[in-house]
């Protein structure tokens, strides 16, 4: 997809800065498979541990905006924010443990489902739906129950894997949309920092409630975890981002749809999980019409009144 007319070309650093950030998202599934601890400890340390490294950033940078949150008027972006990070709890809470019971591949690409329900959110929220978008929520849609019932003739833990995936998608796509509410006003940097934290907060009560342990993990472990961090966590979003000042918001989030083929490739490689052919099957039609969705709704989006559906719905990966 051609750059905008107010945005220069890509140049090697930029491409480069893609490239990095689709390795690094795609190496969060296989990571997590990898990793001997439990997926909401995972979790709860994946967002903690970055929490502290965005610190001392964003409070040395941004107390003003951080005391703007907590009176008058900005305690509704305040909220959004919180709002947001109660939404990415539970995102990982579902997504995390459907990558230790579901297949790295399948995983992965239930998860990429969230640009579907994103429109579906737009459409609860009044906005108009183009056809193009709902063919490919139907495609897509396809694709997941094939994915799917491939995993039926393999074991129930992979069926109850492949619903965390779907569920993991969902509250990707309601964080999203508290996101964008609060992002109208608030710097990248508080706006993580807090959701984050949030995040954080909620997996560490869950966590104690349930008796999750959260260590004594093995060193392998605890270097995944990390892993995660600086990949995934900070490192693939950072990248995504920096790319968007060359790139436009729709084509990223259709370039961190490679995360799906990546993770596989990686749980091949590394885990020797191979996908299944059918389960391949699913996946290509899934991200096709993911890619419709993305690709066909920001077509028509930018033809139409603002009360169609949102061009760019910012993508999380896992």
């Not at 906005?127 to 063919?135: K, T």
Request: proline fraction near 6%.
């Amino acid at each position: 997809m051609p750059p905008s007319s107010d945005r220069p070309s890509p140049d090697p650093l930029t491409t480069g800065a893609v490239g990095l950030a689709v390795v690094a998202v795609s190496s969060s599934a296989p990571l997590i498979a990898y990793a001997a601890a439990p997926a909401l400890a995972i979790a709860f340390w994946r967002n903690l541990l970055a929490v502290a490294v965005l610190s001392p950033f964003s409070l040395a940078r941004r107390r003003a905006e951080f005391r703007r949150l907590t009176v008058g008027a900005g305690r509704r972006e305040g909220l959004f924010c919180v709002l947001s990070g109660v939404a990415l709890a539970a995102h990982f809470a579902t997504w995390v443990p459907s990558a230790q019971l579901t297949s790295v591949a399948a995983a992965t690409a239930l998860g990429a489902t969230q640009p579907i329900w994103q429109g579906l959110i737009a459409r609860a929220q009044g906005r108009r739906l183009p056809l193009v978008v709902w063919i490919g929520v139907g495609v897509a849609a396809g694709g997941a129950v094939i994915a799917t019932g491939v995993d039926v003739g393999v074991s129930g833990r992979a069926v109850v894997g492949d619903l965390l995936a779907v569920t993991g998608g969902i509250f990707a796509a309601v964080y999203t949309a508290f996101g964008e509410r609060a992002r109208a006003s608030i710097s990248t940097t508080t706006y993580t920092t807090i959701c984050y934290g949030i995040c954080a907060l909620i997996l560490l009560v869950v966590c104690l409630l349930g008796g999750v342990r959260l260590v004594g993990f093995d060193p392998r472990t605890w270097l995944a975890i990390l892993a995660l961090v600086a990949g995934a966590q900070l490192l693939g979003h950072s990248m995504f981002n920096y790319a968007l000042h060359k790139i436009s918001a729709t084509t990223v989030s259709v370039l961190i749809l490679l995360e799906v083929p990546g993770a596989a490739l990686l749980g091949w490689a590394w885990l020797g999980q191979s996908p299944r052919p059918y389960a391949l099957l699913g996946m290509a039609l899934l991200l096709t019409g993911v890619a419709v969705v993305v690709l066909g709704g920001a077509r028509v989006g930018r033809r139409a009144s603002p009360t169609a559906l949102p061009a760019d719905p910012a993508p999380l990966d896992g």
